[in-house]
């Protein structure tokens, strides 16, 4: 199988440089129209008065039977509101959006003139300076936007990395003309050695989102008010209805294939969701497990009886 793996030249250069790729996996909608913060306040988890020029917020999408339809990162763009979602799920995003907005003149469209690409690396901040990018101040999702509508946004926090949206074009020819530029393969090892989550690889509609760390990833609001599967969503948590979690884990050996069952003895307990191999050769991984039974410190393997070390739940 292949597994996407960071080579020792990216990570030398991610310790001492940086790397830009363009995430392919990624699309930017556009949001636009009179009402439309009180029109997504209505629809996300997340509370829309936490987004302002300066900060960006995480949250999901969500059926009125409270069943996840995307995972998004919303931003200010000044003139219109920028929209990240998976790729896979952008026809299902822009349905859904719209499926409400009846009483609201709203322009809801996937940007195909916009790109986002990923910069980390110990000096990335040095390459948005010689880019002539604006660099945000603050933690996860912080941004700002310079004169010619560039929009820079803290992610991950720690190790500190940066998205850049911005013209497809511009953004294509940074690419080309940089000499640290990596494939999508890479950023999803990154992704993956990090332990954050992406929708649609480690968790689908069939998973209720506060079962994939919608909270430790800062993705809902309790007090916001009414929005669509909020009643559910709400029920979850009162009532004891968060049972699993995305986790951070390590394998002493890497699986033959993802996703694979996650055993405690001789029961499948879980699911290994992803994996990557780092540049010392170490697998890492993001595996749906029950939370009590990793509370309790049970011993926990895959295929072949190779062990799998709970590092963290998977957290901003």
């Not at 009483?103 to 002539?132: C, K, N």
């Not at 940089?178 to 069939?206: K, Q, S």
Request: glycine share 10%; charged share 20%; proline share 5%.
């Amino acid at each position: 199988m292949d597994m996407p793996s960071l080579s020792k030249t990216t990570a030398e250069r991610l310790l001492n440089g940086h790397v830009i790729g363009l995430r392919a996996g990624l699309r930017v909608l556009r949001l636009s129209g009179d009402g439309v913060r009180d029109y997504l306040q209505g629809q996300i988890t997340q509370d829309m008065r936490r987004l302002s020029r300066t900060q960006g917020i995480h949250a999901c999408l969500l059926t009125p039977q409270g069943k996840p339809v995307s995972e998004l990162y919303l931003f200010d763009g000044g003139d219109a509101l920028w929209m990240v979602v998976p790729a896979s799920r952008m026809g299902q995003a822009v349905a859904r959006l719209r499926r409400f907005s009846l009483g609201y003149a709203l322009d809801i469209a996937p940007a195909d003139e916009l790109a986002l690409a990923s910069v980390q690396g110990s000096d990335a901040e040095s390459a948005l300076r010689a880019w002539r990018l604006a660099i945000p101040d603050g933690g996860w999702l912080a941004c700002a936007q310079d004169a010619q509508k560039r929009l820079t946004a803290v992610m991950p926090a720690t190790p500190r990395g940066f998205w850049v949206i911005a013209a497809r074009e511009a953004l294509l020819g940074i690419c080309a003309d940089h000499p640290h530029t990596v494939a999508e393969t890479e950023l999803e090892a990154m992704r993956i050695i990090r332990g954050l989550p992406r929708f649609g690889v480690d968790w689908d509609e069939r998973v209720h989102p506060l079962n994939a760390n919608l909270i430790e990833l800062d993705g809902v609001s309790f007090d916001k008010g009414c929005y669509v599967g909020q009643e559910v969503t709400s029920r979850m948590r009162w009532r004891g209805g968060i049972r699993k979690r995305l986790y951070h884990v390590r394998t002493a050996a890497p699986p033959v294939g993802i996703p694979t069952p996650v055993f405690h003895d001789r029961t499948a307990i879980g699911t290994l969701t992803s994996a990557a191999i780092d540049h010392q050769g170490q697998c890492f991984g993001i595996a749906w497990l029950p939370i009590a039974t990793v509370d309790r410190g049970n011993v926990l393997h895959i295929e072949d009886a190779t062990e799998v070390e709970i590092l963290d739940a998977c957290h901003w």
